[in-house]
């Protein structure tokens, strides 16, 4: 029992590295991305602490070269799904007895290890399997990952705090109980903060985790269960498997003992996930957490008004950073006639100057997607918007698969406000342009709240502020996190509480005290000082 009231240290957003050409922290990035290229790493499952193999080895590759092989993973069968849950299970009493500021401590050396001797493993593993290059690796895989891990413990105590009014005579307290059973983490490629996050804030409020990293971040996922165990994470709180996706669902959604779900990843797998939640509702022994940040179809509302460079600016970034892969990024934008023109010729101006290739190749803002399928995704509509007559490419429109699964900065203009780039999730760097006539200006903003099932993240671009004001309130429903005069794109832990609703996902809001209100179960307790001796109220006489 905890014999104080901890105050926690005071938490500060992770400063960016700059990574400016010939420093020191550039050196020292790029030597450690290029002595892990060359290793053979061995990447095993870890189930109640232990490293597990199997005899299935799955290679690993590159997306910016296919063909290097720098390792393996053992995938794993429904056997260690099943051990997986009894190693969470059997955790679970002394984790959830151990007193907050052990857990604290724990997820505060973890975030001061990821800052200091982790940084540029993480941030090496994020470029060599998820072909960030320095910057982004950066802002992902080191600070947001440091930021969820500290703002966290932050918002623990602010929510332990939180406490009723007491009345006379009496004591009123609330505890924050974990939930009963395990919980289950599945989490996406394109973000190493969100997938250390989403296992680790569950794990921070006392429960015990079953966690699915994609097949296509399995190297940082390694690095995070580095980290967690050198931080002191006891054995078996959270336990990282590789296995099939689909049959891991029904067997982990299926048993009596799930508690919660905290996911990242397409609106399809979730909703079939949600289904499967409720088919098996019966069999729980309380009603299940579902927590989902899943599919975005991100807007950029272009005003009259608007500064053309800026405009011009935040659509070259919003949309081409990490190739469009971002839950966030810029995929479509609806520019007024009379100012594209203007944007179209700044944007050409940038995206001549965009260097294409290896993250060990610091001045590549662009670098490769994350795989085959993806690629071909994305050359599909590419090669549909050349041939359409209601849609060309306009910038870029190149790709190569030769070496790497290399997609150029691609802008689709189209004439059709409902073509299939400018509604469809495409998780790639396609940007698709619809222009709009001035006065049409009313219209255009209900055409972009309506025209997409999703509502994650949207900008407007604008110096008129009763324009501002009238996107702001004509688009109140059309995102979760809105940006005036910036990409949507850049959420920082603390600052901008991220999440979407509609087709994007339950609005839970990772970064939040909001998020981890779903990670407990809350007890009231009452006491009494001097307790009543007759059962007559007054009224009686």
């Known amino acids: 029992m905890s014999k104080a009231i901890s105050k926690v240290p005071a938490v500060i957003n992770e400063p960016v590295k700059s990574y400016i050409p010939g420093s020191e922290e550039v050196k020292s990035l790029i030597a450690t991305y290029k002595k892990m290229w060359s290793e053979k790493t061995e990447i095993p499952m870890i189930i109640g602490g232990k490293e597990v193999k199997t005899d299935k080895k799955i290679k690993l590759s590159s997306p910016q070269d296919h063909q290097h092989d720098f390792g393996f993973y053992y995938e794993g069968n429904m056997s260690h799904v099943d051990n997986a849950i009894e190693a969470a299970l059997a955790a679970k009493t002394k984790w959830n ?18 800052a200091g001797p982790y940084r540029d493993v993480i941030n090496a593993a994020t470029m060599i399997g998820q072909s960030k290059n320095v910057h982004q690796a950066e802002i992902d895989a080191a600070c947001e990952f ?56 569950m794990a921070m409020m006392g429960n015990v985790v079953v ?55 397409s609106t399809k797998v979730f909703q079939g996930m949600w289904k499967m939640i409720g088919d098996n509702i019966h069999n729980y ?19 009259p008004s608007a500064n053309v460079e800026a405009v011009a600016t935040g659509l070259v970034r919003g949309a081409f950073e990490y190739q469009g892969q971002k839950c966030s990024a810029a995929s479509r934008a609806y520019i007024p006639k009379s100012l594209w023109n203007d944007v179209k010729a700044v944007m050409e101006a940038q995206m001549k100057t965009i260097k294409i290739g290896s993250p060990e190749d610091p001045s590549n803002f662009v670098n490769a997607v994350i795989d085959k399928n993806s690629f071909e995704k994305c050359k599909g509509y590419i090669d549909r918007a050349n041939a359409a007559n209601d849609a060309n490419v306009i910038i870029g429109g190149k790709y190569d698969d030769s070496k790497g699964w290399f997609v150029h900065p691609t802008v689709i203009e189209t004439i059709n406000p409902y073509y299939e780039s400018i509604v469809e999730e ?25 025209s997409t099932q999703y509502s994650l993240t949207g900008s407007i671009f604008a110096q008129d502020r009763y324009a501002i004001d009238e996107a702001y309130k004509a688009l109140e429903n059309a995102s979760g996190n809105f940006y005036i005069n910036d990409k949507p794109t850049g959420a920082v832990v603390g600052q901008q509480p991220f999440g979407g609703s509609r087709a994007s996902g339950t609005n839970d809001k990772a970064g939040s005290k909001m998020n981890l209100t779903r990670w407990v179960s809350v007890r009231s307790i009452k006491e009494t000082f001097v307790s009543p001796k007759d059962y007559k109220y007054p009224y009686l006489g």
């Not at 609330?174 to 395990?182: A, D, K, N, S, T």
């Not at 996922?221 to 336990?239: C, R, S, T, Y």
Request: proline residues 5%.
């Open 97 to 114: 007895a151990l007193e907050w500021e052990h857990r604290a401590s724990i997820f505060l050396k973890a975030a001061e290890l990821l």
């Open 285 to 303: 022994k309380s009603y299940p957490r579902i927590v989902g940040e899943t599919g975005g179809k991100d807007f950029v509302m272009v005003h």
């Open 146 to 201: 440091i930021d969820f891990l500290r703002f966290n413990v932050e918002f623990m105590t602010e929510m332990y705090a939180e406490q009723p009014v007491s009345d006379k005579g009496i004591w009123n307290r609330v505890e924050y109980r974990p939930l009963e059973g395990f919980c289950f983490a599945v989490t996406p490629f394109n973000f190493t903060a969100i997938s250390g996050n989403l296992p680790a804030c």
């Open 211 to 265: 966690w699915k990293p994609s097949d296509k971040q399995v190297y940082s996922a390694k690095v995070i269960m580095d980290v967690f165990k050198e931080a002191g994470l006891p054995d078996g709180v959270i336990n990282m498997i590789f296995t099939d996706g689909k049959e891991t669902a029904e067997k982990v959604l299926a048993h009596p003992d799930f508690a919660g779900l905290h996911f990242t990843g």
């Open 426 to 450: 495409i998780f790639g760097p396609i940007l698709t342009v619809y222009v709009y006539e001035d006065e049409n200006w009313e219209d255009t903003l209900k055409l972009v709240d309506t």
